[in-house]
């Protein structure tokens, strides 16, 4: 079997940094150290990948991470969580929140370029495919995650978007519920949890017609207006699937305002499982995304293409959980 620089770095008990660090002769090591990873290169007769060289030149040790929203509890949890694993790794991030825009996600991608980032992680909420095959024409290492890719382009590591929304209707329905509307943003993961929703009615049968539209922003405010939306309508839901959490604590917000009471009136499921799911008012059932597999597994991915030069393309798709707490009732036991 080949020696990787993991192995490098295993036996001479440093990061894998460190030992980028002696084979391009830069950053500051130590003589002690720089003489202990040359003794173990030449014992284990490890070879350089030489395409790696040549993606990466003279390594800067920074990783870009483009994400939609920083003031989205989610996307702080999983910046946090690349940033430890990045850390531990001996990389520096660089954060970009881009607001959904395009401009501004060319923009960030275009300093990353210039700042000769090592890779860039682009997170759920990017929808610019130019962008990605820009970044593999110029041979530059790119990572997706949080959200699914058609096609393998590059590395990825996801939630089961569509599971997760299934199982989040499926909750409702076996509660009894069968008018359940749905608070969404139009993005790839919301898309695919509204069609995991929809086979969870159709596998039960149910055809529930609200006045559904996709929002302008997935944030508290936007959550409690579509909530209050779907309460003035004729035949008002008995439960509400928000895509997220913040639009979850939203409706939780109109709902309330309405002089009406979660769950006993209505049953509210949010997404993510994020810091504020379990201090809502009431407790918050959601799906839960585990932020630090996905971090860690992505910082992983990007690291091994960047100091392997490895082609290969991974996909990972992780099972979210349904999270039980006190937003839902059966619709049996209302009084």
Avoid at 29 to 47: A, D
Avoid at 168 to 175: T, V
Avoid at 270 to 278: L, S
């Amino acid at each position: 079997m080949k020696t990787t620089i993991y192995d490098v770095a295993r036996e001479a008990n440093v990061s894998i940094a460190t030992v980028s660090k002696v084979l391009n002769n830069s950053g500051r090591i130590g003589e002690e150290t720089r003489g202990k990873v040359m003794e173990i290169i030449k014992k284990l007769n490890y070879q350089p990948n030489k395409m790696a060289s040549a993606l990466t030149g003279k390594q800067t040790y920074s990783i870009g991470l483009l994400i939609p929203d920083l003031a989205n509890p989610f996307f702080a949890e999983l910046a946090r969580s690349i940033e430890d694993q990045g850390h531990q790794l001996g990389y520096h991030l660089i954060i970009c929140s881009t607001d959904y825009n395009p401009q501004k996600e060319q923009k960030y991608v275009d300093l990353l370029k210039r700042n000769k980032a090592d890779g860039i992680i682009l997170a759920s909420g990017f929808e610019q495919s130019n962008i990605i095959e820009q970044l593999i024409n110029e041979q530059i290492p790119v990572a997706v995650v949080a959200r699914d890719l058609p096609i393998p382009i590059v590395n990825t590591v996801s939630n089961d978007d569509f599971y997760g929304g299934y199982q989040a209707a499926k909750h409702l329905i076996d509660l009894g519920h069968k008018k359940i509307a749905v608070i969404a943003r139009d993005v790839w993961t919301n898309r695919q949890r509204l069609d995991g929703y929809n086979k969870a009615l159709s596998d039960a049968n149910i055809h529930y017609e609200f006045p559904f539209e996709y929002i302008r922003e997935s944030t508290i405010e936007w959550g409690k207006e579509m909530a209050t939306h779907y309460l003035q309508s004729a035949d008002p839901p008995t439960a509400i699937f928000a895509c997220n959490d913040l639009l979850a604590i939203g409706a939780i917000q109109a709902i309330k305002e309405k002089g009406l009471k979660v769950p006993d009136d209505i049953s509210v499921v949010g997404f993510d499982n994020t810091m504020i799911a379990n201090i809502a008012d009431p407790p918050l059932t959601t799906i839960a995304q585990s932020t630090k597999n996905m971090g860690k597994h992505v910082m992983d991915l990007i690291n091994k293409e960047i100091t392997e030069g490895i082609t290969d393309k991974t996909r990972l798709a992780l099972l979210p959980k349904l999270i039980t707490r006190k937003s839902t009732k059966s619709i049996r036991t209302l009084s």
